[in-house]
Each structure stands twice: as structure tokens, then as C-alpha cells.
């Protein structure tokens, strides 16, 4: 029988890491390459990466219901008067802050002269 010299102690430490975490110095994103590169070279490719798609889309869109008026709650200051009176059905408007207000070119027509409480009550 041939005599096995025994390991030295960082062969056994890489040996034993390779069997839990795989290889040392391998990079996992080339998994991801490998698998694109087989795809592609196999029939159906582009009907795979649909589904792909169509899965994550399916997976997102229960958080639609979250997201979107969250975005509009924290983003409606930045909107400009004809959205906010779109988005509301027609119910905003514009707070009178004080009757001495500054209204200036960024301000809508609607909010100057047409609001319940015009920021300009003349023309």
C-alpha cells in the first residue's frame, strides 16, 4: 500500500471551506453568466426570459396597492396646481396662507384668480 502523506493544517482549512462554501476564489456571479450563456445557446430562450419577467412583474404588483399612494402622499407638495386638483377629483385647494401672500409666475391661474380664496382677488 502506498503510505498518504497527511494534509498540512490551511489544505485541510481550504478543503473543508470548499465543502461548505464551495471553492475559494471563485467568483458566484459566474454562475449567473454560465446560466445565461446555456440559455442562449438552447431553444425557447426568449420565451424563458419573458416568464422571468412576467414572474417578477407578478410578484411586485401586490405592492402597488402600497406604493402608489405612498408616493403620491409624500410627493403632492411638488406637484403642480393642475395635478393636485386631478388627482383630488377637483376637491383641493389652495391654502390661503395669508391674505398678503406672494403670488409669483410659479403659481397657476387657477390658484391667482379662479381658487375659492383667489391669492390675487383683482385682475
Known amino acids: 500500500k502506498a503510505q498518504v502523506e497527511p494534509a498540512s ?3 485541510l482549512f481550504r478543503a ?3 465543502r461548505i462554501c464551495g ?3 471563485k467568483v458566484w456571479a459566474m ?3 454560465v446560466y445565461y450563456k446555456l440559455w442562449a445557446t438552447t431553444a425557447n430562450w426568449t420565451q424563458r426570459k419573458n416568464y422571468g419577467w412576467y414572474q417578477v412583474w407578478a410578484r411586485a404588483m401586490p405592492w402597488c396597492w402600497v406604493t ?3 408616493a403620491a402622499w409624500f410627493s403632492f407638495g411638488w406637484w403642480s396646481d393642475e395635478w393636485k386638483k386631478t388627482a383630488t377629483l377637483g376637491i383641493w385647494e ?3 396662507v395669508h391674505w398678503d401672500s406672494n403670488m409669483t409666475n410659479f ?3 387657477f390658484v391667482k384668480y ?10
Open 114 to 123: 379662479h381658487a375659492q380664496y383667489p391669492g390675487i382677488p383683482y385682475k
Open 107 to 109: 403659481r397657476s391661474d
Open 68 to 70: 402608489v399612494p405612498g
Open 23 to 25: 471553492p475559494i476564489g
Open 9 to 11: 493544517p490551511p489544505e
Open 94 to 96: 389652495p391654502p390661503l
Open 31 to 33: 454562475t449567473k453568466a
Open 16 to 18: 473543508s471551506c470548499a
